[in-house]
């Protein structure tokens, strides 16, 4: 069966799905659709096509991730951070906040902050400690897999609390995006569930459904089957194979480097297993070896950084734009001391990373025709294209996995973890460049060209 979940998807089954998709989302004028190959005969997979015009500037494309975690080493500093940034919001004066500042203190307010209420943050209700930045945001994610993932006390009777904190402190303390890995495999598991319970439903059972005494059976291998097409569908290889060989790593120790991925999943994946015993039986498939790795594949090949800038950065902003004059005295006399104690904490963001499906699906360009890019008024975790330049009808959108400004060798380098060689006009042009350079120089030392 496990066979089946590593299988990538027929042609068929990701128009379908993002057919779906694309007519349901906040944008309209997309469609997935085979990319075709490039000037070499290399296929390029799937990619997002326009189906209508587009101006620079326009959301081409706005979406909210399957699944995202703030990191942990960001979710430790902006922890302190932010704590930092409300005490210096709540107390005005630099002398007066500290780790240990005590609510007793009198917070003196700070110029005009009534337009910039600090977001209400929602704690999970399963009491892990776990902050949302919305009720809604919450509920969603408690329903999505956290029902399964939750440490704190209020858990459900499927985890084994003890593995489950010690699944997180080594994601913590080895690869955060074991976290995210987690969070698929919880919410395909409750996917599963449900398709199950609609298949008995259909079926005229009355949800009547025992599927603990039916591990791996031809029901729920097909719920699973079913549950799994929101992967299926995204462009995976499994991660101990698919990482690039880092330049510090002497390739006669390659096998050792990618032993030691393996291992290191494998350990992950065991404590998930003990954390999620009764998931666990009732779909080994998915808590096998190699698809735990095409996960963690999925999220090396297409993931998004996420950045949500600090709201008490706005704040800042706003007091050093207000026009010159008594007003704006005061305030600065207030904030600068508060900023000059932050230091350059007083603007972290929350940062993290997200997979989006639609957004897995744009293909690379070094001369990209959108960029993710977030404006002011995008302050969650969604993920925003907007055009760079005029896209037409039947365009391909293309957006960049690399820094640009860079040259074609260093671009090349950074997109080795990915891959594929770039054959985007611009590359082929620089390669021209370079290989006449090369030839100039040759000619020029009296050795023939290659
Ligand atoms: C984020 S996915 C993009 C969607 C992917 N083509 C698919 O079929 O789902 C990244 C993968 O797409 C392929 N890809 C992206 N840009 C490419 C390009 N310019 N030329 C060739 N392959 C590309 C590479 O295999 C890369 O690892």
Aim: charged content about 25%; proline content about 6%.
């Amino acid at each position: 069966m496990y066979d089946s979940l590593l299988v990538d998807s027929s042609k068929e089954e990701f128009e379908e799905y993002f057919h779906q998709l694309t007519s349901t989302g906040e944008c309209f004028g997309l469609r997935v659709a085979d990319a075709g190959v490039d000037d070499r005969g290399c296929e390029r997979g799937k990619g997002l096509f326009a189906t209508r015009d587009f101006n620079p500037g326009d959301v081409v494309l706005i979406e909210p991730p399957l699944v995202a975690a703030q990191h942990t080493s960001n979710k430790q500093h902006a922890a302190v951070c932010s704590m930092w940034q409300t005490q210096a919001l709540e107390a005005g004066s630099p002398e007066s906040f500290s780790p240990g500042f005590s609510a007793s203190t009198t917070p003196a307010s700070v110029p005009p902050s009534e337009g910039f209420p600090m977001p209400e943050t929602v704690k999970c209700s399963g009491g892990c400690g776990e902050l949302y930045c919305s009720s809604s945001c919450a509920q969603a994610a408690w329903s999505a897999h956290h029902c399964l993932l939750c440490d704190g006390p209020r858990q459900g009777e499927d985890q084994n609390l003890s593995a489950l904190h010690e699944f997180k402190s080594h994601a913590d303390s080895t690869n955060d995006i074991f976290h995210v890995a987690a969070q698929v495999v919880a919410s395909t598991a409750l996917l599963a569930d449900k398709e199950r319970v609609a298949v008995e439903d259909e079926g005229g059972s009355g949800g009547q459904w025992w599927w603990w005494e039916l591990p791996g059976d031809p029901k729920s291998d097909a719920a699973l089957l079913k549950a799994w097409t929101r992967y299926r569908v995204g462009w995976k290889r499994i991660w101990w194979e698919c990482v690039a060989l880092p330049d510090d790593v002497d390739p006669e120790d390659e096998p050792v480097f990618r032993g030691q991925m393996q291992s290191l999943a494998q350990r992950s994946l065991e404590l998930l297993s003990a954390a999620l015993p009764q998931c666990a039986e009732r779909y080994p498939a998915l808590f096998s070896l190699d698809v735990y790795g095409s996960i963690i594949g999925l999220f090396e090949l297409n993931n998004l950084a996420l950045v949500v800038a600090s709201p008490v950065e706005d704040y800042f902003i706003h007091i050093s734009d207000l026009p010159s004059g008594p007003d704006k005295d005061a305030a600065d006399a207030v904030t600068q001391p508060l900023l000059d104690a932050l230091d350059t904490d007083y603007d972290i963001p929350c940062e993290g990373t997200g997979y989006y499906a639609i957004q897995a699906c744009v293909n690379h360009s070094c001369g990209p025709n959108t960029h993710a890019f977030k404006r002011d008024q995008d302050v969650d975790g969604r993920a925003v294209l907007l055009a760079k330049t005029a896209i037409a009808a039947g365009e391909e959108i293309t957006i960049s996995y690399v820094n640009e400004e860079e040259g074609l060798k260093a671009r090349r380098a950074a997109l080795a973890d990915y891959g594929f060689l770039c054959r985007c006009e611009r590359c082929i042009s620089d390669d021209l460049k370079r290989k006449a350079k090369q030839a100039k120089l040759k000619k020029k030392s009296g050795k023939k060209p290659a």
